[in-house]
């Protein structure tokens, strides 16, 4: 296999090696400590094809550390391998399962991952828009936030804190909800009784969602975001708050004061449908900040 590998051959040979012997080849190094991946990554002018072939039949080698102390993701980046293989591979090592959308609030989903994205945020920004790829079309906002507070293997700083500049413009940028707020990523986007509950910075722009309620204040500039899925029991249950509220003068002494309401599609919670957003007032201390 390595010898494949470094001469260079066809990727049918590759393909003959593999239906022969199995993924086997793949997974075992040499006498130099060297895998066939980190070979193939190494190699100048080495076919595309035979990187995505090798990743294709030994998975487990894309979140696997080569034996020069870099995950593969990093080598790619050095190497200014194709875009769509770095894809590949962050996917493979993501800290938190990116999932289709689904009809209902679903919690984050974290993985057993090898630090790719990590090392990867922190060391370069010549892939930014791969992230922004991964993060625009397959995240929610609560996976962003809980990808953003990934802590590094000793737990001392977040992924967010040591991302370099473009990393970190592209996490703030799929940090924006709703077209209007931002959502620190130092606060845990918390999913509680079918609600998801999120603090949140209102920065106000041409681009606001459909207002419900013309009568509405202007938005404080920090709020706690109430979201459902139509269809929910939950939505319901804010459409009958909206109402309430519209009925009846609620004490600010009593009850938190209703800013904005937003109904815009759920894909940015990972859900299928429409969704409604209310934005109440923050109050000074929240239960998602205690816990």
């Not at 190494?42 to 550390?65: G, H, L, T, Y």
């Not at 770095?86 to 938190?96: F, G, Q, R």
């Amino acid at each position: 296999m390595h010898v494949a590998i470094k001469t260079k051959a066809p990727l049918e040979v590759i393909k003959v090696i593999h239906a022969e012997m199995g993924s086997e080849p793949f997974t075992i190094s040499d006498k130099n400590r060297v895998f066939p991946l980190q070979m193939a990554m190494s190699i100048n002018n080495v076919d595309m094809e035979v990187i995505r072939f090798i990743c294709a039949v030994a998975p487990q080698m894309m979140k696997k550390e080569m034996t020069n102390g870099m995950m593969p993701v990093c080598m790619a980046a050095e190497q200014n391998i194709s875009s769509s293989i770095v894809k590949e591979l962050l996917l493979a090592d993501s800290p938190v399962k990116f999932m289709p959308l689904q009809p209902k609030l679903r919690d984050v989903v974290l993985r057993v991952h090898s630090q790719s994205w990590w090392q990867l945020a922190i060391t370069t920004g010549k892939y930014s828009s791969v992230i922004d790829e991964i993060l625009s079309n397959m995240a929610s906002i609560h996976d962003i936030v809980s990808l953003c507070q990934e802590p590094d293997s000793n737990g001392y700083s977040t992924l967010y804190e040591m991302a370099t500049l473009e990393v970190k413009n592209v996490l703030r940028k799929n940090l924006v909800f709703c077209d209007r707020y931002i959502v620190p990523p130092e606060y845990k986007a918390t999913i509680a009784k079918g609600l998801l509950l999120l603090c949140a910075i209102d920065m106000p722009s041409k681009n606001e969602s459909k207002i419900l309620m013309p009568q509405l204040e202007e938005a404080q500039e920090e709020v706690l975001l109430h979201c459902a899925v139509e269809s929910s029991s939950e939505y319901d249950d804010l459409v009958h708050e909206i109402k309430a509220r519209n009925t009846f003068e609620f004490s600010p002494l009593h009850s938190q004061k209703l800013i904005r309401v937003h109904t815009v599609s759920a894909k940015s919670i990972g859900c299928t449908g429409q969704m409604l957003c209310l934005a109440f007032e923050r109050p000074l201390l929240t239960l998602q900040e205690v816990s």
